[in-house]
DNA sequence: CTCGCCATGACAAAACCATGACATCCCCGC
DNA sequence: GCGGGGATGTCATGGTTTTGTCATGGCGAG
């Protein structure tokens, strides 16, 4: 599990993040908003902590970019404050909890625990999926657009459900393969490129400027959900 | 949904039976053969997560004696061993799917939820149905293109009834022997398709073309209705 | 016995998709 | 801004798998 810290305080930052490890996870970094909105957009991450006060843009601010982004993963809001208008400007902003300084290690993990928990439950692919015109009903193995229907083969479908089961998340070409393609298949990243090649051509209402297959250079790809 | 988890290793239950309640299923468990077999029978459990080393009597030979009962409900076979034999012996003995431990929970879970869907979703097909201006009667049995009659065979309505049940899903030839053959018949894939081919040939305008049975490459065949 | 049904197998046709080549784009350092 | 190198877009190709289609023969019902 990969996660982001955006805090500017070292010393804080000195605290976590062996902790966060000792707990098993991925840990990155930023010490300024402008930094951790970039990596928490830009980067693969399963959980943002987010500190309130920071310098550049402050912590309300960068959860709502995050939002806009259409990125779905959990964040926890870290702040000295304790307010009830606090909280609910949080929470409004689209954070998922909230922890208030100071708190004990233990705390915090059980926090992300629980956090990642509440989101791996519905990492399943949704029902149906409706991007622009175009609608995508994974029960019934079915796509069209309007009345008219589309053809999406077998391996299509699964890259879709794959994609759309990330929520927004950027997708690597490594979890593509593990995920889409049968137990320990091995083709050349260039398999992946075509199968969105082939999704945009048929899904996109203008393939060479796809709306909702969006590449994510160095990254893999990502559904725009609107 | 009710479950009954017939498995004697104490730990495995213990991991399982939470795992399947915070899934929303409603768990039974039996430690033995003999128990487990007696509460498939009597009780009302929607699928049967069966393992196949137990003391008492075997998993194959429970599934056997079930399906004696005339009990329909689903069984997923749990097992160490993941041979080739293994498998069509347990597919044979009227189980399923197949799982080969060690399985990861929302592996199991993710079979649950197909067998469920593929058992449950089409329990009862249409009592007549229009493709064209083809009518089919269930029912009666009869089968018309405007005032003319039309010579389906048996198997071929069974076959369309399968299909009308799916609700435009694709069924697979797996699915297809399972539900329009009589019990445990094993004919080679190809009989499916002679079976759509004659229907196709049957129902179809230009039967090169279908527009109603429609191949779902990979998958199977799917019942397109209008 | 005769007829229709249908399982099986053979072969052709079609779909799918991995691969590689080349063009193009993007990001980074200058 | 301006390259340069790596990443991505795009296409053509061929091999493999899957499906279409037909012929054959067994089997059971009447």
Redesign the interface.
């Given at each position: 599990m990969r996660l982001l810290l955006i805090e500017d305080e070292i010393s804080l930052r000195a605290a976590l993040v062996p902790l966060l490890e000792d707990a098993g996870y991925h840990v990155q970094s930023a010490a300024d908003g402008t930094t951790g909105l970039d990596r928490a957009v830009t980067g693969n991450f399963d959980l943002i902590l987010l500190d309130i006060m920071l310098p550049g843009i402050d912590g309300f601010a960068i959860c709502r970019e995050i939002r806009k982004h259409g990125r779905k993963m959990p964040v926890l809001m870290l702040t000295a404050r304790g307010t009830v208008e606090d909280r609910i400007r949080g929470l409004d902003g689209g954070a998922d909890d909230y922890l208030v300084k100071p708190f004990s290690g233990p705390e915090l993990l059980a926090r992300i625990r629980a956090l990642l928990r509440r989101t791996a439950v519905d990492a399943q692919p949704p029902a149906s999926l409706r991007l622009g015109e175009v609608q995508i009903d994974f029960?019934?193995?079915?796509c069209q657009r309007g009345s008219h229907?589309i053809n999406l083969?077998?391996r299509e479908f699964r890259v879709l459900e794959v994609l759309a089961a990330a929520k927004g998340r950027p997708v690597s070409r490594e979890e593509f393969l593990d995920k889409a393609w049968d137990h320990r298949a091995f083709p050349t990243t260039r398999t992946v490129d075509n199968q969105i090649l082939a999704l945009r051509q048929k899904l996109e209402t203008d393939p060479a400027h796809p709306r909702h297959l969006i590449t994510v250079h160095g990254k893999g790809y990502r559904l725009e959900n609107q």
């Open positions: 029960q019934q193995v079915t229907a083969t077998t």
